[in-house]
């Protein structure tokens, strides 16, 4: 089981950067892959970015490639969103996930994400 936590949520303005943090409990995080997704009022929940449990491979949504970048660190059980060049679009509940342990496969697969936290308000003005 993996227990999951956000920060770091605020208003900022467009052109502006923020960084979410995602502590996680469990002595086997560092076997978890991680992620980020938001959900903007009326939307789906949609994937921004996800780290393998070693942190050799991340992958980006197409809209946050080249402004968002995400990290781990397994000593520290947390993990990471820095959000650069934030844009109203951006608006959204961001969430922190994490996938079955071990996980091999696609992270742009919905099922791949067993374990969520409550989420963290990010709001962009324009």
């Known amino acids: 089981q993996v227990q999951l936590v956000e920060s770091g949520g605020g208003l900022v303005q467009a052109g502006s950067s923020l960084r979410l943090s995602c502590a996680a409990s469990g002595r086997t995080f560092s076997s978890y892959g991680m992620g980020w997704f938001r959900q903007a009022p009326g939307k789906e929940r949609e994937f921004v970015a996800g780290?393998?449990?070693?942190?050799?491979?991340?992958y980006y949504a197409d809209s946050v490639k080249g402004r968002f970048t995400i990290s781990r660190d397994n000593a520290k059980n947390t993990g990471d969103l820095q959000m650069n060049n934030l844009r109203p679009e951006d608006t959204a509940v961001y969430y922190c996930?994490?996938?079955?342990?071990?996980?091999?496969?696609?992270?742009?697969?919905?099922?791949?994400?067993?374990?969520w936290g409550q989420g963290t308000q990010v709001t962009v003005s324009s």
């Open positions: 996930a994490a996938t079955g342990r071990y996980y091999s496969g696609s992270y742009y697969y919905s099922g791949a994400w067993h374990y």
């Open positions: 780290i393998t449990w070693n942190g050799d491979s991340r």
